[in-house]
């Protein structure tokens, strides 16, 4: 039987990230190895398997964050994530303060058409042979 894929990253950042999500009844982690918030279909927190936090914001709002907080953009597999910030060690661990980031987050990416799920296809009924 296959273990469930659990999070390789250090595992206080991860209970921050879990405490500020537990904050937003509304919202859901998901991801074992890779946890993540999203909300139709558009990711808007994650937490990467350093325990780096990134958020996703609108562009006036990342502007503030970035005024605000020492960060920088987000890097995943060599590529810049556009749109994302990345959440200070010590903001994660102020998760009061970091409570108001994730919720203009939340809010912003609510605004956001919902991606179209990706049903299975149907499967078609066996032939009967003649």
Same mark, same amino acid.
């Not at 390789?8 to 991860?14: E, N, R, T, Y």
């Not at 996703?56 to 810049?80: I, N």
């Not at 919720?103 to 179209?116: D, Q």
């Given at each position: 039987?296959?273990?469930?894929?659990?999070?390789?990253?250090?595992?206080? /950042? +991860?209970? $921050?990230?879990?405490?500020?999500? &537990?904050?937003?009844?509304?919202?859901?982690?998901? %991801?074992?190895?890779?946890? @993540?918030?999203?909300?139709?279909?558009?990711?808007?927190?994650?937490?990467?398997?350093?325990?780096?936090? /990134? +958020?996703? $914001?609108?562009?006036?709002?990342? &502007?503030?964050?970035?005024?605000?907080?020492?960060? %920088?953009?987000?890097?995943? @597999?060599?590529?810049?994530?556009?749109?994302?910030?990345?959440?200070?060690?010590?903001?994660?661990?102020?998760?009061?303060? $970091?409570?108001?980031?994730?919720?203009?987050?939340?809010?912003?990416?609510?605004?956001?058409?919902?991606?179209?799920?990706?049903?299975?296809?149907?499967?078609?009924?066996?032939?009967?042979?003649?």
């Amino acid at each position: 039987m296959a273990t469930k894929a659990k999070y390789p990253g250090p595992a206080a /950042a +991860l209970e $921050l990230y879990e405490a500020l999500i &537990a904050a937003h009844p509304d919202v859901e982690r998901k %991801g074992a190895k890779n946890p @993540y918030t999203s909300l139709n279909g558009h990711m808007f927190s994650f937490l990467d398997e350093t325990g780096q936090m /990134a +958020l996703r $914001l609108s562009d006036d709002d990342a &502007a503030r964050f970035l005024e605000q907080f020492e960060s %920088g953009p987000v890097e995943q @597999y060599g590529a810049t994530m556009r749109g994302y910030v990345s959440v200070p060690a010590t903001l994660l661990a102020d998760t009061t303060e $970091l409570e108001g980031w994730f919720g203009l987050s939340h809010s912003w990416i609510a605004t956001l058409k919902p991606k179209p799920t990706k049903k299975p296809a149907k499967k078609r009924p066996a032939k009967k042979a003649t």
